[in-house]
T-cell receptor, first 115, second 115 residues
Framework: AQSVTQLDSQVPVFEEAPVELRCNYS??????LFWYVQYPNQGLQLLLK??????LVESINGFEAEFNKSQTSFHLRKPSVHISDTAEYFC?????????????FGGGTRVLVKP | DAGVIQSPRHEVTEMGQEVTLRCKPI?????LFWYRQTMMRGLELLIY????????DSGMPEDRFSAKMPNASFSTLKIQPSEPRDSAVYFC?????????????FGNGTRLTVT
């Protein structure tokens, strides 16, 4: 079984400032890692994912996350946030032996971008 | 592509009543998931289907909850009788295959309030 811990439940940040959302996971097997974003009153959308290869993965809207196996972490960063990045962000993990995209989610981090 | 469609968006009911939540997955997707989101417990996987067959229902909280998928384009999650602790946002999600290159697509959720 896996578990995911998102250390910050809320992160207020000013527009154009950097932001880091922390995610740690535990698993007894190799995993795949994901970040999903949930905008107000919407479902979750995939932001980025790590399956294999380069430990640094990027999204199309400027977010990046780095897989660190020794620290069992997958922190999400953005060097300069916009008002439109206000949302809740979920880290998720899947056992690479599991079928069908069965994900375990963290508790979420709510990002509030202030002008 | 209309996305995953859930109905109703909001449901308010009294304790003891039956509640039925509905989901139409994206056409061609053969995996369907039901998640529940609460402040206390975050996102929990309740059950998932592959080709209309329930694969893992270990997350279903108790016998009051049941889910069906009579065909590839429709699924229901039923709670009978409902209780105030069932109040949550219920999400349906679908994916194309058992592949991590096929992300989960979430509906906008049904917000259930049981009084």
């Amino acid at each position: 079984a896996q578990s995911v811990t998102q250390l910050d439940s809320q992160v207020p940040v000013f527009e154009e400032a950097p932001v880091e959302l922390r995610c740690n996971y535990s698993s007894s097997v190799s995993v795949y890692l994901f970040w999903y974003v949930q905008y107000p009153n919407q479902g979750l959308q995939l932001l980025l994912k790590y399956l294999s290869g380069s430990t640094l993965v990027e999204s199309i809207n400027g977010f990046e996350a780095e897989f660190n196996k020794s620290q069992t972490s997958f922190h999400l960063r953005k060097p300069s946030v916009h008002i439109s990045d206000t949302a809740e962000y979920f880290c998720a993990v899947s056992d690479n032996k599991a079928a069908g995209n069965k994900l375990t989610f963290g508790g979420g981090t709510r990002v509030l971008v202030k002008p | 592509d209309a996305g995953v469609i859930q109905s109703p968006r909001h449901e308010v009911t009294e304790m003891g009543q039956e509640v039925t939540l509905r989901c139409k997955p994206i056409s061609g997707h053969d995996y369907l998931f039901w998640y529940r989101q609460t402040m206390m417990r975050g996102l929990e996987l309740l059950i998932y289907f592959n080709n209309n067959v329930p694969i893992d229902d270990s997350g279903m909280p108790e016998d009051r909850f049941s889910a069906k998928m009579p065909n590839a384009s429709f699924s229901t999650l039923k709670i009978q009788p409902s209780e105030p602790r069932d109040s949550a946002v219920y999400f349906c999600a679908s994916s194309k295959a058992s592949s991590y290159n096929s992300p989960l697509h979430f509906g906008n959720g049904t917000r259930l309030t049981v009084t």
